[in-house]
């Protein structure tokens, strides 16, 4: 018999029980998934989102009453957690202000972010052995308003030609949006300042080698409204993007899912929700499972930002927290 919204129920995660409370309401209206379908959409893909997630602080973003509803940023772990819950301490220095983060190192912790109605995870590029050093450098293809997928497609493949050249192994995925992203496992050797200014001096060959299609510039208002915007802001302290198997807030229940670069010539956005992902994780497997063993050196791009600079290149200002 099916609970009704208001039942609780356990669930037993690898060992750890997890209530999950109202379980039969709708979270995604545009098929009427519910907050039951959501844990187990996660339980499904379980090794890939931990490894997406493992070690680094988290922000959630909840949905207390399903994705049409209320959205809330939630950054730190509420009195009350469960004791087997783990978080990192990170600092927002502009404010004075610390805050114990969920870090998470087994599904269990997924699935209690889920009961407290989370439905996005969006963790820092850098791991709580030491939060200041990013070992992750993003890559996000954010097109504007009249930018289609088919612009994301051809700038994806620049992206791709460049990471080769390069030496850098680039591990895609969609946004779960209109967009793109790659990420880049690199050494803890830098801070965010020079880790943001090796995505953009990546960013500004891009541009180079695509100027009809991509832009770099800083102000939303006076990019092209039909060109990408390779966002480098998105390597800047305390900016997130959604994880590798995270599911976003919208009805369709769309996921930001792993892909090869060979499926882009015929993937879409809309081909990856809830609905479709365990069967491909079933099948494929975690497609970012190995990234921790391709790192790639950021000096390369240091000394393009040092070049770029000197010929008289701006920094942009860093986005505030």
Known sequence: MASKAGDAVEIEVDG??????SPDRVYFPARGETKRDLLEYYLAVGPGIVNALRERPCMLHR???????????????????????ETVRVTFPRYRRTA???????LAHVAWAVQMSTVEFHPWNSRRADVELPDEWRIDLDPMPEADWGTVRRVAGVVREVLDELGAV????????????VYVRIPPAHGFGDVRRAALAFAREVERRAPDDVTTT???????????FVDYNQNARDH??????????????????????DELADAEPGDFTI????????????????IDARPFDLAPLLEWADRDEAAGAEVPPEPED
């Not at 102000?219 to 990408?228: G, N, Q, S």
């Open 16 to 21: 750890l029980d997890v209530r999950l409370s």
């Open 170 to 181: 680039g591990f895609p995925k969609t946004s779960g949006g209109n967009g793109l992203h």
């Open 100 to 106: 114990d983060e969920l870090c998470v190192t087994h």
């Open 63 to 85: 949905f207390p009453t399903g994705v049409t509803g209320e959205k809330v940023h939630q950054k730190r772990v509420p009195s009350g957690a469960p004791p087997w819950l």
């Open 240 to 261: 997130t993007l959604a994880a590798a198997y995270s599911v976003r807030g919208n009805p369709e229940a769309t996921v930001s899912a792993p892909i090869t670069w």
């Open 275 to 290: 609905a479709t992902m365990p069967a491909r994780f079933a099948r494929l497997g975690d497609l970012h499972a190995d």
């Open 218 to 228: 800083w102000w939303r208002k006076d990019r092209d409204p039909a060109a990408l």
